[in-house]
T-cell receptor, first 111, second 112 residues
Framework: SQTIHQWPATLVQPVGSPLSLECTVE??????LYWYRQAAGRGLQLLFYSIGIDQISSEVPQNLSASRPQDRQFILSSKKLLLSDSGFYLCAWSVSMDTQYFGPGTRLTVL | GQQLNQSPQSMFIQEGEDVSMNCTSSSIFNTWLWYKQDPGEGPVLLIALYKAGELTSNGRLTAQFGITRKDSFLNISASIPSDVGIYFC????????????FGTGTSLTVIP
């Protein structure tokens, strides 16, 4: 069966510091991968999606970037965090046109 | 852009009551999904709907894909405390990358 992992589970970072969040998927090949941000427990905002290695599409202009160095690995990064980057970051995967499955999320607090 | 209107925004109900929430759009979509998110966790898929008019059940949950393909509802029968959470509808945008668009959610509180 397929599983999706995210780490870390929680993170507290100072403004201006770098960020690296990791997502990995097991039990499937060539998945579509997604990064979402959720503020205040509502409204999932799609940040990036990837249909293959090194194929990244950005949905909104922002302070973040994404990379996919391996088929089942998706990384969310920032060189300098802003206060507004705080939120709950969710990674998701899909292999068909009909469903998406989410990871457990990372709670990021920027102080 | 796309807009999914979920209602109600929040619900407070007594344990044992039935729950009904819905999701509407001004556009037609061919796939509707319902997710539940527990506090501090990722959303979990509850029901997927692929055919207009389709009625699908998953235990105490029942969801229907509207015949116009512009709406869907989710019912929960005989609510229990663990039904607490935020319920999201989502639609398949049908574009490259298999992107989904999510509603703003319905927050459900069950009072024991």
């Amino acid at each position: 069966s397929q599983t999706i992992h995210q780490w870390p589970a929680t993170l507290v970072q100072p403004v201006g510091s770098p960020l690296s969040l990791e997502c990995t998927v097991e039990g499937t090949s060539n998945p579509n991968l997604y990064w979402y941000r959720q503020a205040a427990g509502r409204g999932l905002q799609l940040l990036f999606y990837s249909i293959g290695i090194d194929q990244i599409s950005s949905e909104v202009p922002q302070n973040l970037s994404a990379s996919r160095p391996q088929d089942r690995q998706f990384i969310l990064s920032s060189k300098k965090l802003l206060l507004s980057d705080s939120g709950f970051y969710l990674c998701a995967w899909s292999v068909s046109m009909d469903t998406q499955y989410f990871g457990p999320g990372t709670r990021l607090t920027v102080l | 852009g796309q807009q999914l209107n979920q209602s109600p925004q929040s619900m407070f109900i007594q344990e044992g009551e039935d729950v009904s929430m819905n999701c509407t759009s001004s556009s037609i979509f061919n796939t509707w999904l319902w997710y539940k998110q527990d506090p501090g966790e990722g959303p979990v898929l509850l029901i997927a709907l692929y055919k207009a008019g389709e009625l699908t059940s998953n235990g105490r949950l029942t969801a229907q894909f509207g015949i116009t393909r512009k709406d869907s509802f989710l019912n929960i029968s005989a609510s229990i405390p663990s039904d607490v959470g935020i319920y999201f509808c989502a639609v398949d945008l049908g574009n490259t990358g298999n992107q989904f668009y999510f509603g703003t959610g319905t927050s459900l509180t069950v009072i024991p």
